[in-house]
């Protein structure tokens, strides 16, 4: 039997939720994340519904979920939708994951001066229901509250589940998912399927971070709360469920990967946003060389110089960065991460700007050489 991998208990008097790290035994983990988990949805159900009758319009929209500590990197990912094919796309729906007006105010004001060609639509978490997730406040509840948030506003016939630390490099990845639903009268279509929480590819159960799925049938067929993260057995093992996972093993629900879908059609930057809110809290970043990625998204921002940092790491005798007011260990990484590195960066720069830049270049052979020269260093007698 698999366990949930966080144990949801109720929020302490800070008004967030615990994730309980004390040792208790196997079967009362399961319970009290099934209690606590179902408390919370059946505060919740109520308060969420979908449209009574909408018209809805051929083509797809895009749900893109912000997350409250990675806004300022909303228009990284918006440069890559640009860049992608966009013949049936009708509307971008960015979601920032908060109960927060001026807030989605102020990004929308910064957002729309520099991305008005595209479909922008934004929203933020409304009413109690808005007010109960945010106090909740366990990422779970935030990722499909940014989904019901946005098909509750959706007029179109399909829409794309797209993460926002994903990168498509290939320029008609949102349009071959939406033709192939179409083509073939799928409910869900997507890009891999999930490893994830005691989940196989023998599951065939779609990954949620590309996901394309019919939105008339899933009004109609799902309350708001049923697309909610869960635990379920599944052959026989419990396994934490994203949203539209439990909806995915339904009988007769008609799910495929897109034709041809290989890895190598986007980045997914995982751990982004637990690696940014270590560094930004002065915590031990597990994953440190996902701070190379975050720097590199940051640079297209403008927030970060590249070739600055790069003379840093070629500087840096002790495994150690410093970046901002923000030192980082670096010691014991693995240099096999530079080439993981090297080949999503110089695929994502020849995506948006046709050609691998000088300084990106030079940042992954920077990267490359600190990583080799911790790991030699830290084998020496």
């Not at 909303?74 to 960015?94: E, K, P």
Request: proline share 4%.
């Amino acid at each position: 039997m698999g366990t949930p991998p966080e144990i949801l208990t109720a929020p302490a008097a800070g008004g967030s939720a615990v994730v309980s790290s004390a040792p208790v035994p196997k079967h009362s983990r399961i319970l009290r994340h099934l209690v606590g988990r179902e408390v919370f949805k059946c505060a919740l159900g109520p308060l969420l519904s979908w449209p009574r009758r909408a018209e809805l319009q051929s083509g797809y929209s895009i749900i893109l979920g912000v997350p409250w500590h990675l806004r300022h990197l909303l228009g990284v990912n918006l440069r890559f939708i640009a860049a992608a094919d966009r013949q049936s796309l009708r509307a971008v729906h960015v979601v920032l994951d908060r109960a927060n007006p001026q807030a989605l105010a102020e990004l929308r004001a910064s957002i729309d001066r520099d991305w008005s060609g595209l479909p922008l639509k934004f929203h933020c978490y409304e009413g109690l229901a808005g007010r109960l997730v945010e106090w909740i406040d366990v990422s779970t509840f935030y990722n499909s509250m940014n989904c019901a948030t946005a098909l509750k506003a959706i007029d179109t016939t399909h829409a794309i589940l797209h993460d926002f630390d994903l990168y498509p490099t290939r320029s008609d990845y949102f349009e071959r998912i939406y033709r192939q639903m179409i083509d073939r009268r799928l409910h869900y279509c997507g890009v891999e399927f999930t490893p994830f929480d005691g989940l196989s590819a023998a599951d065939q159960v779609l990954g949620t971070w590309g996901l394309g799925m019919d939105v008339g049938w899933l009004r109609s067929t799902h309350r708001p709360i049923e697309i909610f993260h869960a635990v379920r057995r599944v052959k026989g093992r419990w396994v934490m469920l994203d949203p539209f996972s439990h909806s995915q093993l339904r009988k007769g629900t008609r799910r495929e990967l897109v034709d041809g879908s290989d890895t190598g059609d986007f980045c997914h930057v995982k751990n982004l946003c637990s690696s940014y809110l270590r560094l930004s809290t002065g915590r031990h970043v597990t994953i440190a060389w996902r701070l190379h990625y975050l720097w590199y998204l940051e640079s297209l921002e403008g927030r970060q110089d590249l070739s600055a940092l790069s003379v840093d790491m070629d500087r840096s005798a002790d495994g150690r960065l410093q970046v901002g007011e923000r030192i980082v260990d670096f010691t014991g990484t693995s240099p096999t991460c530079a080439s993981v590195l090297r080949g999503e960066l110089l695929r994502m720069d020849q995506s948006l700007f046709g050609a691998v830049r000088p300084e990106t270049a030079t940042f992954v052979d920077s990267t490359e050489r600190f990583l080799n020269r911790m790991t030699s260093a830290s084998a020496s007698p």
